[in-house]
């Protein structure tokens, strides 16, 4: 089993920043692609950024140059820095990692739990 635990939302006035945390641990062999997906009320869930274990990065147009995702592969964690915030940005932010486990060497994707980001204006 593999769980991801998502840390770092909250309340932010417009120009603001935060920063998400997303861990992964379980039976872990190793991990692909890590990224962060947001969901804002009575919208589709959207890709925000996405990073390859090799550090290869990917971004929504609405936050390039405004956001920053990177991972720490010996802890197998994802983070996503996120500067210059605007209203638009409010919604339930979620982790997502591709992993291999080690009871089959099968790929998985898994999902956190999500983490609530609003941006006052």
């Known amino acids: 089993q593999v769980q991801l635990v998502e840390s770092g939302g909250g309340l932010v006035q417009a120009g603001g920043s935060l920063r998400l945390s997303c861990a992964a641990s379980?039976?872990?062999?190793?991990?692909?692609?890590m990224g962060w997906y947001r969901q804002a009320p009575g919208k589709q869930r959207e890709l925000v950024a996405v990073?390859?274990?090799?550090?290869?990065?990917d971004y929504a147009d609405s936050v390039k140059g405004r956001f920053t995702i990177s991972r720490d592969n010996a802890k197998n964690t994802v983070y996503l820095q996120m500067n210059s915030l605007k209203p638009e940005d409010t919604g339930v932010y979620y982790c997502?990692?591709?992993?291999?486990?080690?009871?089959?060497?099968?790929?998985?994707?898994?999902w956190g739990q999500g983490t609530q980001v609003t941006v006052s204006s």
């Open positions: 379980g039976s872990i062999f190793s991990v692909n692609k």
């Open positions: 990073i390859t274990s090799g550090g290869d990065t």
């Open positions: 997502n990692a591709r992993v291999q486990v080690y009871s089959t060497l099968r790929w998985y994707d898994y």
